[in-house]
Each structure stands twice: as C-alpha cells, then as structure tokens.
C-alpha cells in the first residue's frame, strides 16, 4: 500500500517558469512532511520540510504547500533553473518512537534552458 | 558534522551470490540507522531500521537480512542474491524526521 504517491513520474518545465510537484497521502498519522532532491547516483538531499501544524513554509526559490483536509502537499520552484533539473521525492513522516519516514516514488523535473 | 560512508560504491554480482553492504556514520552517537532501496522506477522503499546496536526492524519481507553490530556501523546481506534485488541502496541516519543519506550502492544482479 503505498501511503505517500506521486502520481506524475516526470515534469518538463521552461526555465524561469513555475515548477510545482505533487504529493498526495492516505495516513492522516502523518504530521511532518519533507521533500528530497535528488541527482543520478548520489543519495538524495534534504530540501525543505512543513509540520503539520503549518500550511505553508518558504525557503528561497522553494515552497512547500499542506493541504492536510485534503491530504495533499506540493512543493512550488520559482524560477526554475535547469540545476534544478533532478527527481524530486516527498517523504512524510508521523508519530513514531523509530521517527519511521515513507517516501513516495519521486517526480523526475527536467528544466529546459 | 556527520557523515555517511557507504562502500563499495558499484557492485555487479550473479544470482545466488552472498551479499555484504557496509555502512558506517561518523560524527553522531546513537542515531537511528535506515537501509532503502530504490528499483528502477520505484519510490524509495524502506528496507530495515535500527535504533540500537542489534536492534532490528525489517520492513518488508525478502531474503535481505541487516545487523548492527556497532553503535555507527550498519550492514545489510544477503545469503543468495535475487535478480530482483538489483537496485540503488542507501543508507541513511535519521535526526528527528530528516535522513540524512549515503551515497549509495548500486548493485546489479546479472
């Protein structure tokens, strides 16, 4: 069962337009949601994360949206940059003494120059 | 700072081979340790977490087995590999809900 989706697997986007990558979730349990970068053989980077408590959380060119009635985060990019070009993972994480995170299956972004 | 170490960084090994990946993490003590997988075009899968030396939880069943011997040292095997387990594996340390990943292994099961 797959609690965290990512329902598109790629994105091509124009570079200095908008990026916006979709998260839904089914575990209402989850009160802390992350999002991941992540380039071709490397290990995947934190990027920006938003508590539950929160709607939104800003971090430069990054923010992150929560929908919690909806069960729905997305993570916003602007201007896009072709350096942003990599997959982009969401990742929620609930209460949980082992601080337990799932990881949806990731949206490759492409930033066309 | 911490830092994760994760050797060897390719490995292409044949089916029914024996499999030893090693992970170790510098600059933390007690950190909650994780292995993941991602497959060709899946998600990241959590494969087995520990909290504490000998401690582990496995996620999902397979023929994949880990040990914590040590405080920063985590290992995952195998006694016969799969085809299915080729993939990308990760090791990760988690404070508070952020992880903090490894470069990773890429193994190839031929």
């Known amino acids: 069962d797959q609690q965290v989706k990512q329902n598109s697997p790629s994105l091509s986007v124009q570079e200095g337009r908008i990026s916006i990558l979709n998260c839904d979730y089914t575990?209402?349990?989850?009160?802390?949601f992350l999002w991941y970068k992540k380039y071709p053989a490397e290990g995947p980077t934190f990027l920006i994360s938003i508590s539950s408590i929160k709607d939104k959380n800003e971090d430069g060119r990054f923010t992150v949206f929560l929908n919690k009635s909806a069960k729905h985060l997305s993570l916003h990019i602007v201007p896009s940059q072709p350096g942003d070009s990599a997959v982009y993972f969401c990742a929620a994480g609930g209460s949980g003494g082992y601080q337990k995170v799932t990881f949806g299956t990731g949206t490759k972004l492409q930033v066309i120059p | 700072s911490q830092t994760i170490h994760q050797w060897p960084a390719t490995l292409v090994q044949p089916v029914g081979s024996p499999l030893s990946l090693e992970c170790t993490v510098e600059?933390?003590?007690?950190?909650?340790l994780y292995w993941y997988r991602q497959a060709a075009g899946r998600g990241l899968q959590l494969l087995f977490y520990s909290v504490g030396i000998g401690q582990i939880s496995s996620e999902v069943p397979q023929n994949l087995s880990a040990s914590r011997p040590q405080d920063r040292q985590f290992i995952l095997s195998s006694k016969k590999l799969l085809l299915s387990d080729s993939g990308f594996y990760l090791c990760?340390?988690?404070?508070?809900?952020?992880?903090?990943f490894g470069p990773g292994t890429r193994l190839t099961v031929t």
């Open positions: 990760t340390w988690g404070d508070s809900y952020e992880q903090y």
């Open positions: 575990n209402s349990m989850f009160d802390y």
């Open positions: 600059g933390t003590s007690n950190p909650n």
